[in-house]
């Protein structure tokens, strides 16, 4: 599974973004997914994931009330909606995907075995 998130963003603080992931030549449908953004100088961190199906999401505490993350088996897509963007938000962020049973939930991303390249979202006035 190749998965592609593209290209870079910049939003006033305030803003929303809605980075794709979108797979190459593989369904998502069995695989659980994750966002996970890198800031430059940090490790990489985890902010949503989301089972197979989309019966169960999980945020982090950081983001809640503000992202949600979502996905369309039929166009083979999964979403993360970013809303109130923040300029501590500004990082790149990467999809993931792991082959999984329905109703699982990975939130470590030593767990994810596909990635897409990183999409750069950057807060700033």
């Known amino acids: 599974v190749t998965l592609a998130d593209s290209g870079g963003r910049s939003v006033p603080p305030g803003g929303s973004l809605r980075p794709p992931c979108v797979p190459s030549?593989?369904?998502?449908?069995?695989?659980?997914m994750g966002w996970f953004p890198r800031a430059p100088g940090q490790l990489r961190d985890f902010v949503a994931a989301?089972?197979?199906?989309?019966?169960?999401?999980f945020l982090a505490d950081s983001v809640k009330g503000r992202f949600t993350i979502s996905r369309d088996n039929v166009k083979n897509e999964m979403v993360l909606q970013m809303n109130s963007l923040k300029s501590e938000d500004t990082a790149e962020y990467f999809c993931a995907a792991h082959p999984s049973v329905s109703g699982v939930i990975i939130r470590n991303a030593r767990d994810y075995q596909y990635w897409g390249q990183g999409t750069q979202v950057t807060v700033s006035s």
């Open positions: 989301i089972s197979r199906e989309g019966e169960r999401t």
């Open positions: 030549a593989a369904t998502l449908s069995n695989h659980a």
